[in-house]
Each structure stands twice: as C-alpha cells, then as structure tokens.
C-alpha cells in the first residue's frame, strides 16, 4: 500500500507562491504509476489540479491553474511537487496528493488508489 504526505501548505497573498511537497512510500517507482494533485475548496467538489506520468515525465494541468502551477517529481526521492505561483483567492482549499497505476482519466479521482491527507492553501489579502 502505498502511504502519501504532503507538505508546503500555508497562508499567501494573492500574486505569492508556494510549493507543494507530495513524498511517497510503500513503494518502487514504476513507469505505470502517475501522481496527481486534486483539491477541495470550501463548498466544493473535489476539483482535479495536476498529474505527472512516471513513465515519461509528461504533465496535465486543469485550465484553471495552466501557466501558473508546475507539476514536478524527484524520482530519486519518491516526491512529487507543485510549485504553484501567482496565487488567487479562488486558489484557496486543502490540496491532495494522490498515487495510481495505468491512470487513464487522469482528472477522475476513481483513477487514484492512494491519497495524502491533504494540506490547506489559503490565499487571501
């Protein structure tokens, strides 16, 4: 099974940036795992922010966060990150790590077997 713990989270001004730190154990990197970055804001369904594939490095953003998050992974260290910048109020929520083998929809939380426990980004002014 593999266990997942975020870190990075905190309280920003809008335009600030932070970094999420996301270290995986339990397991062996593999080409067929992905991570992904989903969040949940007050109110609001779980929302799908980022994935990266092991395999290829390649990554997805939702348009919400396209040209201000960067998904990245260390696989030396078994962590993935999300450096996010230009924050907005509406960036605001708990933001999960989570960890899949052959992720196909990767915006689709049933895709993901393992979840973090999330860490709270707020933006406000």
């Known amino acids: 099974q593999v266990q997942l713990m975020e870190s990075g989270g905190g309280s920003v001004q809008p335009g600030g940036s932070l970094t999420l730190s996301c270290v995986a154990s339990g397991y062996t990197y593999s080409g067929t795992y992905s991570m992904g970055w989903f969040r949940r804001a007050p109110g609001k369904e779980r929302e799908w922010v980022a994935t990266i594939y092991h395999r290829d490095s390649s990554t997805y953003y939702a348009d919400s966060v396209k040209g201000r998050f960067t998904i990245s992974q260390d696989t030396a260290k078994n962590t993935v990150f999300l450096q996010m910048k230009n924050l907005k109020p509406e960036d605001t929520a708990i933001y999960y790590c989570?960890?899949?083998?052959?992720?196909?929809?990767?915006?689709?939380?049933?895709?993901?077997?393992?979840w973090g426990q999330g860490t709270q980004v707020e933006v406000s002014a």
């Open positions: 989570a960890a899949g083998a052959m992720v196909a929809d990767r915006a689709a939380p049933t895709e993901y077997n393992s």
